[in-house]
Nanobody, 118 residues
Framework: QVQLVESGGGLVQAGGSLRLSCTASRSIFSINVMGWYRQAPGKQRELVAAITSGGSTNYADSVKDRFTITRDNAKNTVYLQMNSLKPEDTAVYYC????????????WGQGTQVTVSS
């Protein structure tokens, strides 16, 4: 299983920006989909953004037009650029590898905490 390490979280004021990184333990070139998830306290983990090996992207409605997912296969890294952050974006953010059916094929990392103050 591919191992993933997330970084880049922190404390930011509402309206601010952060860029998260997710580095894989092996090449992601052949991985069909890479996704970013988040889990807020007391809530289930949800998929917020995904990118296919061909570069197609999908976003949850709650982050559309504010978040951008990209992947750099040469660096085995996936990024999540988060703009116009809102307090409701506060969560632990995780990434994972998915197959073409959006089933998880990687191991969960420790995630990175994002806290947005009002």
């Amino acid at each position: 299983q591919v191992q993933l390490v997330e970084s880049g979280g922190g404390l930011v004021q509402a309206g601010g920006s952060l860029r998260l990184s997710c580095t894989a333990s092996r090449s992601i070139f052949s991985i069909n989909v890479m996704g970013w998830y988040r889990q807020a306290p007391g809530k289930q983990r949800e998929l917020v953004a995904a990118i296919t090996s061909g570069g197609s992207t999908n976003y949850a409605d709650s982050v559309k037009d504010r978040f951008t997912i990209t992947r750099d296969n040469a660096k085995n890294t996936v990024y999540l650029q988060m703009n116009s952050l809102k307090p409701e974006d506060t969560a632990v953010y995780y990434c994972n590898a998915l197959d073409s059916y959006y089933l998880i094929i990687g191991s969960w990392g420790q995630g990175t905490q994002v806290t947005v103050s009002s």
